[in-house]
């Protein structure tokens, strides 16, 4: 039986310990938020946190999970005001939307890491692709959420 | 109570009321919210609306969402004629079911060629203009007054003489009994309030926080989970199998063989079947097409382009090219190449079906929810009457989803697990393999510039794959592929007229050498607009040059009579700065053309340093002749360049021992934030025509990056993708 602290609760899953994060996360917790793209770490859509660092549950062994902190894009807020998830709605940036939990929860990770980030880091971090193309608004998203972030620090 | 009396309930139910949900037939919640329907319906005004009772509207939108912002642009133009309160406006997806019950009141749900919102505006106007019209004489019955006095917004009913109001919601069951109008006015496009703004979508907030369900994240009480792996050599069969060892792996229920040419793992996960798919033998049945590969592909495409034979298809024509390049002192000729390529949308193909003896449901991620109930109901051995298709939000489409070999398949299994939710959902790998591939073509071009320099002669000679001839293999041997020719083709009222070569040339032939393989090919946002613009744009330079003359100068001369496509070119060049002085080893590159009945031009700057491309920025222009939603369209102009030039730059699909060679993102790249230019669009519409967004641009993407590649580098670049070519 593998636990799992996923969203800050414990859950215990009766899968093999080789199955991927994100299987267990998907199959066995009908937590469907975490998206399959390439199953090789290649895409990004399945990024979640693990103890707050941008992980691809894809290639992450569950038993390698255990212990840990797991934050899905379920989790990362109960009513979607994480500044990433409030800079997404105001610029309208997800076309499709398949691989936005995965770019909001890389972009999270990356404003938790480095609050104002420049172009550069972000194209150094932000590696997810997309296949509709809504990179411009991710990018312009990005630093909205940091502005968003700071203000509310202020207030 | 039997299925059967299920299904005659429901006929009779829909024949006169509003339509009904998901889960009818097996009493399934679906887990999102869009097509269920509540037992205890609001009024139905007409087939597009709906009033709630606390006065909010649903508007039914039957072409498919796939990330294009159709689903928010349609209920825009609805709302618009409806003059309901765009802020209460809610969604739901008709079903193919509904539409065949009711004698399809939605028109097409076919969702392709930049066509959801250019083919459809007219009737959902009409549609909110009616409702509205009967909402409006459900309040004058009520007040007793002629309805001509009373005027409604925002949901709200007036009438004028005396100021009284009532709201939707509490004359809409009156409403929908009032007769429905004969015709109504729509209104001029000058006036729009909510159709022609930037609306924010209607579908966002449910994709910021992981809580929409697409077809791949259905879940259904007692639901097994299928993987599959089909002959990678399309065409191919199934030999045999042998599944000894997966069939006594963890979770897995059966190994199933699926049509004459695939097989699937059943399972308690998706994790375990496709491990288990991974320990099946399978032996293919692959014939000559084992010989078949990239090198041998492509010298059949080059014999095509000299090629003499009976069967040379002419898509466009004027004067005597051949004569005039025959009798030209000078000729320029260049050959070109544009490989296959896979749709890869972020969602893998799936499908989740259930299927008893008389019934079959399925949840099918389409483009084209009624192709997608005839392929359930015939790959289910039922008549679609007995059959019903429930539509979801896609993880993109891009052309794929037009075809429904995956539902077939997911069918075909369901089949073998009567009366058990079966999810097929496809690896990377296999929807990479089995797909419906962008048609590779060459093309030689050879021009002729009178002694002022003027084009006086060209002739492009395609080769090629025919996505028609696939379609309808019937038709092969003598018919021309009209798709063949888009952006080249003649002019012409739509939709022949929507892909019309722009140029004016005294002496045109463009022909097609039909060469087809057994990999199949498919409809490929912007599909051969692709191609053809990269082909004529890029040629168009190097004509230009050999003419000693500037590009713009040179396409202008050639544009007199298109004077919309001018104006968008004019436009790139003006805001690029087109002629001022640049930094070294930076240049700057136009395309222009009509692809999907709208104008698109694009002006980019690039720099080549050490061998390095950097894409500055690009300078985007579109006239789709009315605008519904101007910041989707922006979205739209963004998505084309990621999507063309993830395809222009790295995207191949390569054939080696018939199959094809790139499984996965890490051999088929596509555009990260790093490569990404910055772009500033320009949505110019002009009135007068109903273009498309979805796709034009994308031809314009590679053409204008790679002339600057030239500008910057004297380097041309006439085969696609870039990939590893040195551009120094």
């Known amino acids: 039986m593998l636990k799992l602290t996923i969203n800050g609760e414990t859950r215990e899953v009766d899968a093999d310990p080789s199955t991927p994060l994100l299987w267990v996360l998907r199959d066995h917790l009908d937590l469907t938020g975490t998206k399959y793209g390439c199953g090789i770490a290649s895409c990004g859509a399945c990024t979640v946190h693990v103890n707050g660092r941008a992980v691809r549950s894809c290639v992450l062994p569950a038993s390698a999970a255990q212990g840990q902190q797991i934050t899905t894009i379920e989790g990362l807020s109960s009513d979607a005001s994480h500044p990433v998830q409030q800079a997404w709605v105001e610029l309208d940036t997800p076309q499709c939307g398949y691989c936005q939990p995965g770019m909001i929860m890389a972009s999270a990770a990356l404003l938790e890491e480095n609050p104002s980030p420049t172009d550069d880091d972000i194209n150094s971090k932000i590696t997810n692709i997309c296949r509709c193309g809504t990179l411009p608004r991710v990018r312009e998203g990005i630093h909205r959420a940091a502005e968003i972030a700071a203000k509310g620090e202020q207030a | 109570m039997s299925r059967e009396a299920v299904c005659i309930s429901r006929r009779g139910f829909l024949a006169g009321s509003a339509a009904t949900g998901a889960g009818f037939m097996l009493a399934m919640k679906i887990p999102f919210g869009s097509d269920a329907h509540a037992d205890d319906l609001p009024p139905e005004i007409n087939a597009w609306v709906v009033v709630n009772d606390d006065d909010s509207v649903t508007i039914r939108i039957a072409r498919s969402e796939m990330g294009q912002g159709t689903l928010t642009g349609l209920a825009q133009l609805v709302a618009e004629e409806l003059e309901c309160d765009w802020d209460t406006v809610q969604w739901e997806f008709p079903t193919p079911g509904q539409s065949l019950a009711r004698e399809r009141p939605w028109g097409s749900f076919s969702t392709g060629g930049s066509l959801g919102i250019r083919s459809s505006h007219q009737y959902v106007r009409e549609g909110g203009a009616a409702a509205r019209t009967m909402l409006i004489a459900a309040a004058a019955k009520q007040w007793q007054v002629d309805a001509g006095e009373c005027s ?70 007692g639901m097994l989970h299928a993987a599959i792996h089909a002959c990678p050599v399309h065409g191919g069969t199934r030999k045999s199998v042998n599944a000894s060892k997966a069939e006594n792996m963890p979770g897995v229920h059966k190994v199933v063989e699926v049509g004459n040419d695939a097989v699937a793992v059943v399972a308690d996960s998706w994790w375990q079947a496709k491990t288990a798919l991974e320990a099946v033998d399978v032996i293919w049945e692959t014939g000559a097409a084992t010989e078949v590969n ?147 073509t060459h093309a030689r071009m050879t021009a002729a510039l009178t002694d002022e320099g003027e084009l006086d002669a060209l002739h492009i000679r395609i080769s090629g794959i025919s996505i028609l001839a696939s379609l309808r293999p019937a038709l092969q041997a003598e018919t021309l592929d009209p798709f063949v020719f888009q952006s080249l083709g003649p002019d012409g009222d739509p939709p022949a007229g929507d892909h019309m070569g722009i140029y004016e040339v005294p002496n045109l032939l463009i022909d097609h050498a039909m060469r087809n393989i057994h990999l199949r090919p498919g409809f490929w946002r912007g599909v051969n607009a692709n191609q053809n613009v ?195």
């Not at chain 2, 949505?683 to 994308?698: A, R, Y």
């Open chain 2, 294 to 440: 990239s090198e041998s592909i492509d010298q059949m495409m080059v014999e095509g382009l000299s090629a003499t034979e009976d069967r040379i298809f002419v898509g466009n024509q004027n004067g005597d090219a051949p004569a005039a390049l025959k009798a030209a002192k000078k000729t320029i000729t260049a050959d070109y190449r544009f490989p296959m390529q896979s749709h890869a949308p972020m969602e893998p193909m799936n499908t989740t079906a259930i299927w008893t003896e008389d019934s079959c449901e399925a949840w099918v991620p389409t483009q084209n929810g009624e192709a997608a109930l005839e392929a359930v109901a015939k790959a289910a051995g039922l008549f679609p009457e007995q059959c019903e298709v429930h539509k979801v939000i896609l993880g993109g489409g891009f052309g794929r989803r037009g075809m429904h070999d995956y539902a077939i398949q997911a069918v075909q299994i369901a089949r073998q697990f009567p009366g058990t939710p079966i999810k097929l959902l496809y690896s990377r790998e296999e929807d990479q393999r089995r797909g419906y591939y962008h048609p590779l």
């Open chain 2, 534 to 728: 990269f082909y004529m744009e890029s040629f168009l330079d190097e004509v230009a040059q050999a003419a000693g003359k500037d590009p713009l100068t040179f396409r202008r001369g050639l544009l007199k009579s298109q004077p919309k496509a001018q104006a968008v070119l004019d436009v790139v060049a003006k805001k690029a700065g087109w002629g001022r002085e640049l930094p070294a080893s930076h240049g700057l590159g136009l395309a222009v053309c009509k692809s999907f009945g709208s104008f698109v031009a694009a002006c980019a700057e690039v720099s080549v340093i050490d061998g390095k491309l950097t894409m500055h920025k690009i300078w985007a222009a579109t006239d789709p002749g009315y605008a519904v939603n101007p910041q989707q369209i922006e979205a739209q102009i963004f998505g084309s360049f990621v999507y063309g030039l993830s395809g222009a730059l790295y995207q191949e699909m390569t054939v080696e021992d018939g199959a094809v060679v790139e499984e996965n993102f890490d051999t088929y790249p596509s555009m990260t934030l790093a490569q990404m230019p910055e772009v500033e669009s320009t949505v110019m519409p002009s009135g007068g025509f109903w273009g498309g967004v979805g796709e034009p641009t994308i031809s314009v993407a590679a053409p204008a990056v790679l002339n600057a590649v030239y500008a910057a580098t004297g380097k041309r670049i006439r085969h696609l993708p870039v990939k590893d070519q040195a551009l120094a």
């Open chain 2, 152 to 221: 409604a917004r925002d949901s709200v009913i007036t009438h004028g003489p005396s100021g009284k109001t009532l709201t939707y919601g509490t004359v809409a069951a009156t409403a929908a009994t009032m007769e429905v109008p004969d015709e109504v006015t729509l209104k001029d496009p000058k006036d729009w309030r909510v159709a022609g703004k930037s609306k924010a979508r209607l579908d966002t907030r449910e994709k910021v926080d992981g809580s929409l369900r697409y077809g791949a994240d259905l879940t259904f009480p």
